[in-house]
T-cell receptor, first 112, second 112 residues
Framework: SAVISQKPSRDICQRGTSLTIQCQVDSQVTMMFWYRQQPGQSLTLIATANQGSEATYESGFVIDKFPISRPNLTFSTLTVSNMSPEDSSIYLC?????????FGSGTQLSVL | AQSVTQLDSQVPVFEEAPVELRCNYSSSVSVYLFWYVQYPNQGLQLLLKYLSGSTLVKGINGFEAEFNKSQTSFHLRKPSVHISDTAEYFCAVSDWGFKTIFGAGTRLFVKA
């Protein structure tokens, strides 16, 4: 199993600012995934982050808005840039382990 | 590309009654199939998964699902539900790299 520490757990931000979310895993993993769960909705995959290469973004998500770093096999960050109220959501870090996904506790972001 | 369709957004059911939550998927390649559950105010956890082998998969808390390749379905069932089964259930499909796509979710509401 994998234990994922994600921080901050929640934040309230002003429009136009940026927030960086950190994800730390207690074991080395090849791929890390970033998801968004908007209020009352399902999880939407933002991007897949591999160590040593550029993140792969899903349709509708771009690097300028959601830059991702993956400096080593246990850590990743997701930045939500130039935020607007529409970015209010829960952001989740996830890793694969034992043929299933493990999720961090999430970052609840509110943009005013 | 893969996609997941959960046919019911909400399923109300009385306690001790049977329940089926429906899920259909589409993919051009072999996939892995999952059901995740999200209890109120909690993170996602795996309920069960199908990777290969027997098409009937048993999971935690008495749930089971059957993989039907010809109908591209992976419906979740439980013969007798409990109040504590009230939660959001997500069907998901992933490729070999565990890039996972989630359905819209089905809210199971168990009534006394």
């Amino acid at each position: 199993s994998a234990v994922i520490s994600q921080k901050p757990s929640r934040d309230i931000c002003q429009r136009g600012t940026s927030l960086t979310i950190q994800c730390q895993v207690d074991s080395q993993v090849t791929m890390m995934f970033w998801y968004r769960q908007q209020p009352g909705q399902s999880l939407t995959l933002i991007a897949t982050a591999n160590q040593g290469s550029e993140a792969t973004y899903e349709s509708g998500f771009v690097i300028d808005k959601f830059p991702i770093s993956r400096p080593n096999l246990t850590f990743s960050t997701l930045t939500v840039s130039n935020m607007s109220p529409e970015d209010s959501s829960i952001y989740l870090c996830s890793v694969e382990g034992g043929e299933k996904l493990f999720f961090g506790s999430g970052t609840q972001l509110s943009v005013l | 590309a893969q996609s997941v369709t959960q046919l019911d957004s909400q399923v109300p059911v009385f306690e001790e009654a049977p329940v089926e939550l429906r899920c259909n998927y589409s993919s051009s390649v072999s996939v892995y199939l999952f059901w995740y559950v999200q209890y109120p105010n909690q993170g996602l956890q795996l309920l069960l998964k199908y990777l290969s082998g027997s098409t009937l998969v048993k999971g935690i808390n008495g749930f089971e699902a059957e993989f039907n390749k010809s109908q591209t379905s992976f419906h979740l069932r439980k013969p007798s539900v409990h109040i504590s089964d009230t939660a959001e259930y997500f069907c998901a499909v992933s490729d070999w790299g565990f890039k996972t796509i989630f359905g819209a979710g089905t809210r199971l509401f168990v009534k006394a």
